[in-house]
């Protein structure tokens, strides 16, 4: 342990500790890059992908949660108008945080269960046997 102590606190003659010093700094600095400033640059970098490839039509998710559908683009503003159900309101480009892939959005749900509509409707099922036919009488009514 006391060599240890003074490896890192005793500096020795020829300027080793400065030399330790130094490269401790250095992998601090390339820690922070590689940790926190590279990946932070990658998403903005998706992000601006993302907002190039906007177009009208396309379902979105805004910063606040709002879900609705791109009505029109200013890229003179660099606006977006959202149909949120008929309610169209004007954000920046930046308020949008996903876009919804056309295959995840309520549509395609709609159509499916519009498909399943069409099926044709199973058979109806026998009578039970323990039910009276139609016109015979129960044993509410034979007791009258």
């Known amino acids: 342990m006391k060599r240890l102590n003074n490896l890192f606190l005793a500096?020795?003659?020829?300027?080793?500790?400065?030399?330790?010093m130094i490269l401790m700094i250095i992998v601090l600095i390339a820690f922070t890059y590689f940790?926190?400033?590279?990946?932070?640059?990658k998403q903005q970098q998706k992000r601006?992908?993302?907002?190039?490839?906007?177009?009208?039509?396309?379902?979105?998710?805004l910063v606040d949660g709002l879900h609705g559908k791109i009505d029109s683009i200013n890229d003179k503003d660099k606006t977006v108008v959202v149909d949120a159900d008929g309610i169209y309101l004007t954000f920046s480009r930046m308020a949008v945080r996903q876009v919804i892939p056309a295959a995840a959005t309520p549509a395609t749900d709609e159509k499916a269960d519009q498909a399943e509509e069409a099926k044709p409707a199973e058979p109806a099922k026998e009578a039970d046997a323990t039910e009276p036919a139609a016109g015979e009488p129960t044993e509410d009514q034979d007791e009258k």
């Open 48 to 61: 601006m992908q993302m907002m190039d490839k906007l177009k009208k039509g396309d379902s979105v998710v």
């Open 35 to 41: 940790g926190m400033i590279r990946p932070q640059k």
């Open 11 to 20: 500096a020795p003659a020829a300027g080793g500790g400065n030399m330790m």
